[in-house]
């Protein structure tokens, strides 16, 4: 998708069709809406009067009508967003993504939009390319038959008086994290017979090179070294070997403060079949998603290495596949972590906590002082929150913060759930340090944040659990079923902020 901004005659643009806001209760009779009203012969007020449209948040209309001189597009397509006093820049990419998938939906390939946002006009344009980017995305690389091959070729973002310079930027930067969404998408829907740990190092190490981020890949001998004994548990009963991603982006110029190193670790169980503790069979496939955390690490980082920012950025990925066999872990085993911790095993479906234990503490050890890290942990989660909100919970209540309102900007909901003493008691173990689960049925989630947070040594810490949040079982307007890249856009705009 080329993408184009313009500060002026919105109407004029030569494009397929016009997309613009509407919000709820407008009548079509003042402003842009106005103009467009009368260059349509009274379509605008028409569909909103006798046809019911209301401008809520997704619902769209094509109206179509016949060009004239003082318009060059045939169609336009109204996009409701809801109530105008909510309305942000967050709301501007789900806008600009349902316009596009939509119109592409009807073969158009050339569209203009009118956001009809106030803020800052880099930032809408960011929001704006990013989300009609994210929005052609489709789950059906592995068709050959039928597969969604219509595209939106052009987008043309308008910007009343807008600086070319703010347009030209702010779509450059949505473009980056927008096609860093993808590439974490399309590695979460790739099946896992394809997508092994040795194949996603070998997509990070290629990703890096085009961004110019350093990477590296630990092996399974480099990880017993280091003592990674709990990560590499779980990778015991698959023939794919485990490997560990770290990449590496230092800024030219660094603002931040000295010594601090902000880190993303991510889950990149491969697949999860439970281990010995077995999974039931049926919805198993979903656990081929069970990467996405380590996923949206690399998408960040991808975005991260295009946009440049001043502060160094550390990106961990523990990627393994949790099978069963002869070779595998059982329950009541008792493994060493690198931060010589010993960890009874408990339940080998609860293997995602045992890859962030050496992914975390690996990450300290390089340095890194605030620590984020991503997982689709917990089946608990989803219970609690549904689809809507990621679990966040963390050791300094500053972090969890940053990461709430950073949410907030960009459009991604997370809410806390809280950790503490009365909790890291439940999952001491009889025999070893501290066993991989708490009591079933009870606060599962927290359980696996607290169980994390016991290999966390100084580091400022939040933990994001993505299990109900990382894969949508439906699609949206503005996005296709599947994979969702949750944090990619609350993680680049961290390591922006500084
Ligand atoms: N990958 C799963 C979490 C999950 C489960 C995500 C269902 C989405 C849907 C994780 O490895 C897991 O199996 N967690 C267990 C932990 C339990 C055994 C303590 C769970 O949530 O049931
Ligand atoms: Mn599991
Ligand atoms: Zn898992």
Partial sequence: MRSQGINKNFTEAKVDALAVVVFKDEKGTAGVLKDLNRLSGGMIASVIKDEGFKGGKGETALIRFKKTAKISASRILLVGAGDKKEYSVADVSVVAGTA???????SLSKFALDPRCGSAAAEVAAAAAEGAITSQFEIDKYKTKGKNDKEIKTF???????????????????????????FTRELANEPPNILTPTEIAKRAQKMAKEVGLKCQILTEAQMKKLGMNSLLSVSLG??????????????????????????????????????????????????KYDMSGGASVLGAMRAIGLLKPTIPVLGVVGCVENMPDGKAS????????????????????????????????????????????????????VVALGSHNTGIMGNDQALVDEIIETGKEVGEGFWQLPIGEEYSKEIKSDIADVKNMGSKGRAGTIAGGVFIQEFIDKAKWGHLDIAGTAWADGAKPNQSKGPTAVGVRTLVRMAEKG
Wanted: charged residues 25%; without cysteine; hydrophobic residues 40%.
């Fill in 100 to 106: 596009a998938r939509s119109l592409r939906d009807k």
């Fill in 238 to 287: 698959s023939e794919q070997p485990a490997k560990m991603i770290v990449l590496r982006y230092t800024p030219k110029k660094n603002t931040g403060k000295k010594g601090e190193l902000l880190s993303f670790v991510g889950k990149g169980v491969m697949f999860d079949t439970g281990g010995i503790s077995i999974k039931p069979s049926a919805n198993m496939d979903a656990m």
């Fill in 156 to 182: 043309v973002l308008f910007i009343d008086g807008a600086k070319p310079a703010d347009l030209r930027n702010g779509l450059s930067r949505g473009t980056a994290i927008g096609e860093s969404m993808n």
């Fill in 330 to 381: 059982r329950p009541s085993d008792v493994v060493t972590a690198m931060n010589g911790k010993t960890i009874e095993i408990l339940n080998t479906d609860a293997e995602g906590r045992l890859v962030l234990a050496d992914a975390v503490a690996y990450a300290e050890k390089q340095g890194a002082t605030k620590i984020v890290d991503l997982a689709t942990l917990t089946g608990a989660v």
